[in-house]
């Protein structure tokens, strides 16, 4: 097959993941700032997959949900960017393997878009024409993937007629199927065991896996 556009998920794909520690510890700091000291673990763990809980928050908490999230979402984007600076996340060894690809890339993350474009700064990642994180409001966690609204903004970006999607996780393929496209669930040693919801178009190991299935460049 050949792909005008191949489009990458940042964690667990170009980046390593985040310790799931660092965000829970940025919510449990969010409800602190909210007069919230010992938060319920589960309740924190809502939170940590991404739910937005509004009614909770309205109502055992008396907490406006729009300002929560929008102090919750800046709060974890610092401990990311701090947990870069630590060494604690860093690209994975095979990212090379993009620059011998011809199709027009981008990347499309659910992590917020002032840590994708920190990330992506940081570390000189420039193989991407286009980049997109959720905006850091309860609209950007409504269009988080499996939602396809930012990955079809990168394809209209990339102005793709046929285009691939790597990712992680079940939303990343389920993204994938709600925009049409072909997708790529890669198997990084965090995935060792996940199992999949849908099935992929491609199953990889490891991103120079996509030499086989891309064009090349020149």
């Given at each position: 097959?050949?792909?005008?556009?191949?489009?990458?998920?940042?964690?667990?794909?170009?980046?390593?993941?985040?310790?799931?520690?660092?965000?829970?510890?940025?919510?449990?700091?969010?409800?602190?700032?909210?007069?919230?000291?010992?938060?319920?673990?589960?309740?924190?763990?809502?939170?940590?997959?991404?739910g937005?809980?509004?009614?909770?928050?309205?109502?055992?908490?008396?907490?406006?949900?729009?300002?929560?999230?929008?102090?919750?979402?800046?709060?974890a984007?610092?401990?990311?960017?701090?947990?870069?600076?630590?060494?604690?996340?860093?690209?994975?060894?095979?990212?090379?393997?993009?620059?011998?690809?011809s199709?027009?890339?981008?990347?499309?993350?659910?992590?917020?878009?002032?840590?994708?474009?920190?990330?992506?700064?940081?570390?000189?990642?420039?193989?991407?024409?286009?980049?997109?994180?959720?905006?850091?409001?309860?609209?950007?966690?409504?269009r988080?993937?499996?939602?396809?609204?930012?990955?079809?903004?990168?394809?209209?970006?990339?102005?793709?007629?046929?285009?691939?999607?790597?990712?992680?996780?079940?939303?990343?393929?389920?993204?994938?199927?709600?925009?049409?496209?072909?997708?790529?669930?890669?198997?990084?040693?965090?995935?060792?065991?996940?199992?999949?919801?849908?099935?992929?178009?491609?199953?990889?190991?490891?991103?120079?896996?996509?030499?086989?299935?891309?064009?090349?460049?020149?």
């Amino acid at each position: 097959m050949t792909y005008d556009a191949v489009v990458f998920d940042k964690d667990g794909v170009i980046v390593e993941p985040t310790d799931r520690a660092v965000i829970r510890e940025a919510i449990e700091d969010t409800f602190a700032a909210f007069g919230v000291p010992s938060p319920p673990l589960a309740l924190v763990e809502r939170f940590l997959d991404q739910g937005t809980a509004r009614d909770v928050l309205e109502d055992r908490y008396d907490i406006d949900p729009k300002a929560f999230w929008n102090r919750r979402e800046h709060t974890a984007s610092r401990a990311q960017v701090d947990a870069v600076r630590r060494g604690e996340k860093t690209p994975y060894d095979d990212l090379s393997a993009l620059s011998a690809l011809s199709s027009r890339l981008g990347l499309v993350s659910n992590n917020q878009r002032m840590t994708v474009e920190f990330v992506l700064d940081h570390f000189d990642i420039d193989y991407f024409e286009t980049a997109y994180g959720r905006e850091p409001t309860l609209t950007g966690a409504a269009r988080k993937k499996p939602s396809p609204h930012y990955l079809e903004r990168a394809l209209e970006d990339l102005e793709a007629d046929t285009a691939l999607y790597v990712g992680d996780s079940n939303v990343d393929i389920e993204a994938a199927h709600r925009a049409g496209i072909d997708s790529a669930f890669i198997r990084r040693p965090h995935r060792e065991d996940y199992d999949l919801e849908r099935e992929p178009t491609y199953e990889l190991s490891t991103l120079t896996d996509l030499t086989d299935l891309v064009e090349l460049a020149g």
